[in-house]
């Protein structure tokens, strides 16, 4: 009983000229890709025979998503974030590009121009009463030799799973910081231990994944860009150990070698020497970049951010 008509030559046609293609003026990659794009959804109206009222639901999500800005969560949540690092991954691997510490989504709440420190740096601004957090460790090559003057360019929630300048009661760059390693590749860190993050429960995203049966929470976890002349960017996380969310994020970036043990600890001389009082918690997470091939693999990956220039 479907209607078909996009195999016909008149639709194709119709295709072929909405796309621009009959023109000479124009982008000849979005004039493929839209075409592409109509095709695929001419295709999807007929097979699955997606209703006016269904199609129209649509185009009015696709509002509410820009108006709250969360085409990028929308993306995470849907698992394509992650699909396009595994397709950087097998890419990496045919072209034997193998080792150090793996890519992970970068999500889509970065902001670009944090407070750059040597060595070390304090990220929280000392107005949420989180459980103190120390994270040291070393960024090395692949050959295990340590890398000085890298930057640890840093970002993570508060405890209410929320980041500064997206969320506008946080002061500005809270929890965000760059930190350049040391002589011996070294950089360490005084935050607060940041709880896993939940999309927002009214927004679109959440309202699409409800239709899905699917929860919009992600673990604990800290994010990191890690960058250095000569090396190859990494775009990155730690996901913190004995989150109930570990194995079970919505965006899908949890991978094995990025989970970080998280100590607790109530010694109150080591909370001394640390400078604090009471309950802390420690991690140490080393990262190792690869060479980078061309000059452009030593950048991150061209995509609009807040304040990047
Ligand atoms: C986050 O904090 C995040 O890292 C991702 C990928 C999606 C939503 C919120
Ligand atoms: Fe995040």
């Not at 009471?278 to 950048?299: K, M, N, S």
Request: proline share 5%.
């Amino acid at each position: 009983m479907s209607i078909r008509l996009s195999q016909t030559a008149h639709a194709q046609q119709f295709l072929e000229e909405v796309s621009g293609n009959l023109n000479d003026a124009g982008n000849p990659r979005a004039k493929a890709l839209i075409y592409r794009i109509l095709r695929d959804t001419v295709n999807i109206i007929e097979d699955l025979e997606v209703t006016p009222q269904e199609f129209w639901k649509a185009v009015n999500y696709l509002n509410e998503l820009g108006k709250n800005q969360e085409a990028g969560l929308l993306v995470a949540g849907l698992g394509l974030e992650h699909y396009l690092d595994l397709l950087m991954d097998e890419a990496d691997k045919e072209a034997g590009k193998t080792g150090g510490t793996p890519r992970t989504i970068e999500g889509p709440l970065y902001v670009a121009g944090a407070p750059l420190c040597k060595y070390e740096a304090r990220l929280d601004d000392g107005l949420d009463p989180g459980v103190p957090l120390f994270m040291r460790g070393q960024v090395r090559n692949i050959q295990g030799k340590p890398v000085a003057g890298a930057v640890v360019d840093v970002w993570q929630a508060n405890t209410g799973g929320t980041y500064s300048w997206f969320d506008d009661t946080q002061s500005a760059f809270n929890l965000r910081r760059r930190i350049e390693t040391d002589a011996q590749g070294n950089y360490r860190f005084r935050s607060i231990v940041p709880s896993g993050y939940g999309c927002p429960p009214n927004g679109p995203t959440q309202q699409l994944l409800d239709q899905l049966g699917r929860h919009g929470q992600r673990p604990a976890h800290i994010h990191f860009f890690i960058s250095a002349p000569g090396h190859r960017h990494l775009t990155t996380q730690i996901n913190l150990s004995g989150d109930p969310y570990l194995h079970d994020d919505f965006a899908y970036a949890t991978r094995d070698e990025l989970i970080a043990e998280i100590r607790f600890s109530e010694d109150q001389d080591l909370a001394r020497e640390f400078g604090v009082q009471g309950r802390f918690a420690q991690i140490d997470f080393d990262f190792e970049l690869q060479p980078a091939v061309v000059a452009l693999e030593q950048t991150r990956m061209e995509r609009v951010r807040a304040l990047e220039e």
